[in-house]
Every structure is written in C-alpha cells, then in structure tokens.
C-alpha cells in the first residue's frame, strides 16, 4: 500500500491513542480503516496520501489494518470498509464510508484543516517563464523586484537586459549586459543575450520579413535575402524558421559573407542554450552538414 512519510503511518491497538487521539490536538488526524483483501481500499489510501501530502504538515493519515486491529475496529464499531474517520481535539468529527472522489474528500477537509500558505514565487523563475511567454512588461516588473534586493544578480540582470531590447531599448540594454561580470556559470547565457541584440539591431536596418520572402519567391538562390530573413526571424524569436532557413544557406553556400551563416548559427545557440530541443536537433543537423 502508500509509502509510510512523517505524515502518513500505520497504527496498532498500542499506538492508537498517541498517534491518532493526542496527535490530534496538535494537527487533524484523518484514519483509514483498511484491510487487504478490500478492492477499494487500495483505490482509496494513494488517493487519501496525495492528499494528506498536499497540507504539508497540516494533516496526518492513520492506517489502520483491520484484519490485524479488530480491538480498534470494535472500539470505532467499524462496519463497512474503506471507512474514514477525521479527527481533530482528541474527538471524531468527520469521516465518510466506501470511495469518495477527491474533490468531496477535500471538501470534508476544508471546515476542519488549514491548507498552508503558498510558497511565494521566485521572481527569476517566475520572470523566466513570463519573457518565454512573451508577456516582457510583466516579466520587467518581476525582475525589477529581484534586481532591487540584488542588483548583482548576473541571472536577472541577463534577462532584464533582454526585455529591454523586445521593448526596443537596446542603448540600455547594452548597458546593463556591459555590467554584467562574465564568468562560466553565466557565459552561455550573456553571450545568447548579446546574440539578441545584434539580432534585433541588424533586423532593424534590414527589409522586411514581406519583401526578403518575395524576393526569395522569385529567386530562392538570393542568398542575401535568405540571410536577411533569417535574421528577421531571429529577431521576432521565429527560431525554428530562422535555423532551418541557416541550415540550408549553409549548406548551398557555406561561404556566404566569409561563413557567416555558420556563425549565425552558433551565435542562436548561445542565445537558446544546449537543452533547448532545437539546438540538439539542429547541432546533430550542422554536424552532419559539416562532415
């Protein structure tokens, strides 16, 4: 059955009464009365762990066996299987009889069990996964929090840098990555968000996505627009078109512009960094294409 934890265990006729009624003064105290040979009970007591896990503390589950218990089963005067009983201040005050979905069970639990108070969120990781959104403003504003309790941080300052540059700021952005003390925990990283910049200045000076596919339409030997395109793409974080697109300019012409579609390539590297999917399967790609 369930993996005994600090907060799930079993208990016999001799622990009962500290484990389960004096425990419960302390935290609310759900008991499973269980036994081996009941279908539903084994249904049941995972469900009853994750649960009871989910309060972090705030609440205990007691297993009783029944086949092994029956002094317990008598004094409850337990009838039926799975039956569960809360209790809480050294007294029954809740419980229910056979399977229950999830959602009743917490629903018992809520008048009787305070839930723990959510953890708050790290704002480098919760700025992280806004900027993948590109939800940029708001990803700003989280790292505006972390930077003014530590404005060392080489992390945020890295990618506060680079919603600076999605907003257009790349004066200022430059700036801050200017700031940022280079070291191996962090090459990768700075080196992508300098790729970025490069990326949405040049695209800047360049035509647009439109007109560099038009021309491609009518020539697709224009490897200047195939280049172009690729750094258009780049620049509004069209990844996968962009390095296919430099794959094959590569491959057709692989000195282009003295190699710079393989530069391009490696610099877009550092900018997903080497547990992006991408850059596993379009590194094995540039591989293949070099020998």
Not at 244 to 273: A, C, M, W
Request: charged share 25%; glycine share 6%; hydrophobic share 45%.
């Amino acid at each position: 059955m369930s993996q005994d934890t600090p907060y799930i265990y079993d208990v016999t006729v001799n622990t009962f009464d500290q484990q389960v009624i004096e425990k419960s003064f302390q935290q609310p105290v759900l008991v499973d009365f269980w036994a081996e040979w009941c279908a539903p009970c084994k249904v049941l007591m995972p469900l009853l762990a994750q649960i009871t896990e989910s309060y972090q503390g705030n609440l205990a589950l007691a297993k009783v066996n029944c086949d092994i218990e029956q002094e317990i089963v008598g004094r409850f005067g337990i009838r039926s299987l799975p039956t569960v009983v809360l209790f809480k201040d050294g007294q029954p005050v809740d419980g229910f009889a056979g399977a229950q979905p999830e959602s009743e069970i917490r629903k018992l639990l809520e008048a009787h069990v305070q839930m723990p108070a959510p953890r708050a969120a790290d704002p480098l990781q919760l700025a992280q996964e806004l900027f993948a959104e590109s939800r940029f403003a708001e990803a700003e504003a989280q790292l505006k929090v972390l930077l003014s309790e530590d404005n060392g941080n080489a992390r945020g300052l890295i990618l506060y840098a680079r919603c600076l540059a999605e907003r257009g700021e790349l004066g200022e952005a430059r700036t801050v990555l200017d700031a940022v003390k280079s070291d191996d925990a962090h090459k990768a990283e700075l080196a992508g968000a300098k790729a970025q910049l490069t990326f949405l200045a040049q695209a800047a000076q360049l035509p647009d996505g439109a007109e560099l596919k038009s021309r491609l339409a009518q020539n697709p030997q224009d490897d200047q627009a195939a280049y172009q395109l690729a750094i258009q793409q780049l620049a509004r974080q069209q990844y996968e078109a962009a390095l296919d697109g430099l794959l094959k300019l590569f491959i057709r012409n692989r000195s282009y512009d003295e190699g710079l579609p393989h530069k391009t390539l490696l610099q877009v590297f550092d900018l997903l960094g080497n547990d992006h999917p991408l850059v596993t399967t379009y590194r094995r790609k540039l591989f293949a294409a070099l020998y």
